[in-house]
């Protein structure tokens, strides 16, 4: 890949423009929240390195992110959703966690044993999420069996985690790392960290895990992300494959989250899309990656949001549920023969797109 040359990142290039795009996209948004209220909570089942376990997601709303607020990641609908004014008060959000707690009351048996808490920006932000707040949140689930929380490298340290794993409760932090490229994570994604930013936060994350000792284990979750926007679905691919491969090899990095793309509102995929220079990823090509990758020494895992539709991964709408259900069956068993059960006319058209699509001609299809 061409490397740019120091000039296209001054002023009103490179990150300076996408920020400015992204800036303007997001004020075209209207709409405020309830800050007592969490953005989202669900039940469900997750992978983990001790097995499958049940599984509260919340999604705390807490401001929003700041890099979003400068312009922010190219496909990065999250802050369309946050509060407005930019932050909130240690009993809003003690609040929030109340309303996750009687959701799990009323439509779990029992207590899940994974608490994973997303903030649309970094739960280990002490000015999103403050170090009181961060650890009445942490007593709270003093009695789960895991914690994930989510958070950018740069908020990773080793005294944070510790906040988790001293109640005895395995703790991982889920870094939006994207890609391992970094010019496509600067470039495509408009993320502005670099992979050794990652690899610090891993080494944080492996500190703490040392100093819990026996008693609970740290590591970190990388969420990649498949197919950004400026990319065919080839190179896509083939990013995906060996950023999947990077991240497995960093020490404290034990599982990879791979998701596709999809078209949120508000940003600048959103744009490109509606102007025909965007299609999320096929749900062969998340196929390809795991099948590719399954022999990597990590967890391997996709759950693509809004599969089968056109703003979501697709496929040709006929097969989307059958592959859909052979990624889901994937993540929880690890097993790469699931793929060999599924096949579709359409794959042959995705074979040509592979082959024939090129950044002139893209999207080659719909
Ligand atoms: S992807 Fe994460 S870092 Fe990027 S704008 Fe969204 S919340 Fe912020
Ligand atoms: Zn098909």
């Known amino acids: 890949m061409s490397q740019p040359t120091p000039e296209v990142y001054e002023q009103g290039k490179g990150m300076d423009a996408h920020n400015q795009v992204m800036r303007e996209i997001r004020s075209r948004k209207e709409a405020s929240y309830d800050p007592h209220e969490p953005t989202r909570v669900w039940l469900d089942e997750d992978n983990t390195p001790t097995g499958v376990k049940q599984s509260l997601t919340i999604i705390l709303n807490t401001g929003g992110c700041r890099w979003a607020r400068a312009g922010g990641c190219t496909m990065c609908g999250y802050v369309a959703e946050s509060v407005d004014g930019g932050s909130v008060s240690h009993e809003a959000l003690m609040n929030q966690i109340d309303v996750c707690l009687e959701h799990e009351a009323e439509n779990g048996d029992e207590p899940a044993e994974l608490i994973k808490i997303y903030t649309s920006g970094s739960f280990l932000d002490e000015r999103e999420v403050g170090a009181e707040t961060r650890r009445a949140i942490a007593d709270t689930f003093a009695d789960r069996e895991r914690m994930v929380v989510e958070s950018l490298p740069d908020f990773v340290d080793r005294e944070k985690i510790g906040d988790f794993t001293q109640h005895g409760v395995d703790t991982d932090v889920a870094i939006g790392l994207e890609t391992a490229t970094d010019r496509v994570r600067h470039d495509c994604v408009n993320k502005y960290f670099d992979f050794a930013d990652f690899e610090d936060a891993c080494a944080e994350a ?27 679905e080839s190179e896509a691919v083939e990013d995906m494959i060996s950023s999947i491969e990077r991240c497995a090899a960093v020490e404290g990095c034990h599982t990879v989250s791979m998701n596709p793309c999809n078209v949120q509102r508000y940003t600048m995929v959103d744009d490109l899309y509606f102007n025909d220079g965007y299609r999320p990823p096929w749900l062969w ?13 990590a967890i391997v895992v996709s ?47 995705w074979e040509v797109v592979m082959d024939r699509e090129r950044s002139f001609n893209q999207p080659l299809t719909r």
């Open 206 to 232: 492996a500190a703490a895990d040392e100093e819990a000792d026996e008693t609970a284990d740290a590591g970190i979750k990388a969420y990649l992300l498949m197919k950004p926007p400026f990319l065919t």
């Open 285 to 297: 090509s998340v196929a390809h990656v795991l099948e590719e990758t399954a022999d990597v020494d």
């Open 303 to 349: 759950d693509p949001v809004g599969h089968g539709s056109d703003r979501g991964p697709h496929n040709c709408q006929e097969c989307d549920d059958l592959v859909q259900k052979a990624i889901k069956d994937f993540d929880l068993r690890q097993d790469p023969s699931v793929f060999e059960q599924v096949s579709c006319e359409c794959e042959r058209t």
